[in-house]
């Protein structure tokens, strides 16, 4: 059985600064490329941020470069999103993933978690 369990959402003030995780179980995130995807109410899901097998190698969308940092700790099993200098239009629930195939396409994720939610205020 596979869950990924995302923590570390809540809400802050433009330009501050949230760090997400990702719990992973049933599966050894080793093998996998792990991402963060985002969705704000009424539009779709988007990509944020992926990472292959060892962090050493990572891609963000336009919207989030510079800001967000995406990492892994494969000992832990864990993915982390630190999101600094946030600012109003990064609310949205974020989602961790883990695909087998690279790149920012939802359907390369197989698994999914649950979502946290991120609300930055003006």
């Known amino acids: 059985q596979v869950l990924l369990v995302e923590s570390g959402g809540g809400s802050v003030q433009a330009g ?9 179980s049933g599966l050894t995130i080793g ?4 991402g963060w995807f985002r969705q704000a109410p009424g539009k779709e899901r988007e990509f944020v ?3 292959d097998w060892s962090g050493a190698v990572t891609f963000d969308a ?3 470069k510079g ?3 995406i990492s892994r700790d494969n000992e832990l099993n864990t993915v982390q999103l630190q999101m600094n200098d946030l600012k109003p239009e990064d609310t949205a629930v974020y ?5 087998r195939v690279w790149g920012d396409r939802i359907d ?6 649950q979502g946290t939610q ?3 205020s003006s």
């Open 108 to 113: 390369y994720f197989d698994y999914w978690g």
């Open 67 to 69: 800001r967000f940092i």
């Open 16 to 24: 501050g600064s949230l760090r997400l995780s990702c719990v992973a």
């Open 49 to 51: 941020a992926v990472t």
């Open 62 to 64: 336009d919207s989030v």
């Open 95 to 99: 989602y961790c993933a883990a695909a």
């Open 31 to 34: 093998s996998f490329y792990m």
């Open 118 to 120: 991120v609300i930055v």
